[in-house]
Each structure stands twice: as structure tokens, then as C-alpha cells.
């Protein structure tokens, strides 16, 4: 079976040795596969940081600031498109 293109493998032993090198690769969104007699047991990927939740009331207090527009919306993109066509 073909691996994929953004998959490397190595064994326990060359990751040793390879270690910061594979660590490097895992952050540019690499999967690193380390096996043991030939057998994946270690999968080495980018750690994705969890999410912020949403401060709800700041964003009603963001939005609130925004002035508003009495023009369409698809009447100001068409025209924009029109300015921009000539």
C-alpha cells in the first residue's frame, strides 16, 4: 500500500536519531508514522490549539458600533462590481 505524499514513516530507531527533524515536519502539517518491527505505533502530527470560545457580549457590543446601512447589500456589490468593471 502507497503512502501518502504528506506521510513519512520510520522506524523507532531513525526517529531517534531524527527526532527534532521529525518534530519540524509534523508542525509544517507533515504525518510523521514511527513503527516497531515494521508495525505503525506512533502517529507524529501538528497539534491544532483548541478554540476561544465566543464572548458573545462583546460581539453584540462590537456590532453595535457598526452604523447602519439603508442600501442592499446585492445593490452596493452589484454596484461595486459595475465600478470596477470599466
Known amino acids: 500500500m502507497a503512502q501518502p505524499a504528506d506521510e513519512r514513516v520510520y522506524s523507532v530507531t531513525e526517529a531517534r536519531g531524527r527526532f527534532s527533524e521529525l518534530i519540524a515536519a509534523a508542525e509544517a502539517g507533515v504525518t510523521v508514522v514511527i513503527t516497531r518491527d515494521g508495525e505503525p505505533v506512533v502517529d507524529m502530527s501538528m497539534h491544532c490549539k483548541p478554540r476561544r470560545r465566543i464572548d458573545v457580549d462583546w460581539l453584540r457590543r462590537q456590532t453595535a458600533k457598526i ?8 445593490d452596493l456589490v452589484r454596484q461595486m462590481r459595475d465600478d470596477d468593471r470599466y
Open 67 to 74: 452604523p447602519y446601512s439603508s442600501v442592499d447589500s446585492g
